[in-house]
């Protein structure tokens, strides 16, 4: 089993920024993608952005430019860095990481941080 703690969310103003941290520990084989996805009140869950254990990375169009993830695979720890904050970005905040077991995937999830951006 896996664990997952996330940090860094709050309140922020807009044009502000922020950086989200999620650390896993427990029984891990082999950390494969690492992503932060989020959810807004009313709205379902969405990725925010991944990146691989080579170190590819994906971004949602809507943060492209703004939000950089990056990843410290000796610490099993994966990063969100949000800068110029808008409050649409407000939305509880998801880390989901891919542990590969020889040759099955288990993903697990975070608890969620909150960020809320004032306008």
């Known amino acids: 089993q896996v664990q997952l703690v996330e940090s860094g969310g709050g309140l922020v103003q807009a044009g502000g920024s922020l950086r989200l941290s999620c650390a896993a520990s427990g029984r891990i084989f082999s950390i494969n993608t690492m992503a932060w996805y989020r959810q807004a009140p009313g709205k379902q869950r969405g990725l925010v952005a991944a990146?691989?254990?080579?170190?590819?990375?994906d971004y949602v169009d809507s943060v492209k430019g703004r939000f950089t993830i990056s990843r410290d695979n000796a610490k099993n720890t994966v990063y969100l860095q949000m800068n110029s904050l808008k409050p649409e970005d407000t939305a509880v905040y998801y880390c989901?990481?891919?542990?590969?077991?020889?040759?099955?995937?288990?993903?697990?999830w975070g608890q969620g941080t909150q960020v809320t951006v004032s306008s």
């Open positions: 989901k990481v891919r542990d590969l077991v020889g040759v099955r995937e288990y993903d697990y």
């Open positions: 990146i691989t254990s080579g170190g590819s990375t």
